[in-house]
């Protein structure tokens, strides 16, 4: 982590120019449809803020299983409404405000195109930093696969990468972002924990 603020006078954009849906949308909260990477990653922060009521675990049926795979109205919109809502690591200020995320920067794809059949989705999130050389572009990256991972059914896959030319070193930080061992050895780091925890506080 930086000692000083890397960025202390970042462009915030106002709230009400923020992309926001027209029409009510599904409240998906945290640890709903947790059971892949990262399903017990903040297990605490959680437990008080987002309790489960209403909601089946993982243990339950192998039919609530397969409701999880049914199609579900999920679109760009509202992962845009899922992540803009975090906290940067350095300003009191969502990554929406911030401009790290944005809705024409978010994508939804099918992950096995020749299968036309397949439920399977590739949700794609490209992040660009408030500064070319942001040493925080990783914690920024694994703060949003983390939300993702813990608010969509297990049928989406979270591709999260820097947005091509916004950062010095994007190259190192995506192939971090991508490897699923890398990610996981480092959310056993009690302090990125600790960030990241504090990053997802302010989600809606």
């Given amino acids: 982590m930086a000692s000083e603020m890397q960025n202390s006078n970042p462009t915030i954009l106002n709230a009400a120019d923020l992309p926001k849906r027209l029409r009510p949308t599904l409240s998906r909260k945290p640890g709903i449809f947790g059971n892949g990477l990262f399903a017990s990653a903040l297990p605490s922060v959680y437990a008080s803020k987002f309790p489960s009521?209403?909601?089946?675990?993982?243990?339950?049926?192998?039919?609530?299983?397969?409701?999880?795979?049914?199609?579900?109205?999920?679109?760009e919109q509202e992962i845009y409404d899922l992540v803009s809502t975090i906290s940067d690591p350095e300003h009191p200020i969502s990554l929406g405000a911030l401009a790290v995320v944005s809705l024409p920067d978010i994508s939804i794809t099918s992950t096995l195109p020749y299968v036309p059949a397949s439920p399977l989705r590739t949700v794609t999130v490209l992040i660009t930093p408030t500064i070319t050389h942001c040493s925080l572009a990783t914690v920024i990256g694994l703060g949003v696969r983390v939300r993702l991972e813990q608010s969509l059914p297990p049928r989406f896959r979270v591709d999260v990468r820097i947005k091509?030319?916004?950062?010095?070193?994007?190259?190192?930080?995506?192939?971090?972002?991508?490897?699923?061992?890398?990610?996981?050895?480092?959310?056993?780091?009690?302090?990125?924990?600790?960030v990241i925890a504090k990053m997802l506080e302010t989600c809606q």
């Fill in 53 to 75: 009521e209403g909601f089946t675990s993982s243990s339950d049926s192998e039919s609530d299983d397969d409701d999880d795979l049914l199609e579900e109205p999920i679109d």
């Fill in 164 to 194: 091509e030319g916004t950062h010095s070193t994007a190259d190192e930080v995506n192939k971090q972002l991508a490897d699923k061992e890398r990610v996981a050895a480092a959310l056993e780091n009690g302090t990125l924990m600790g």
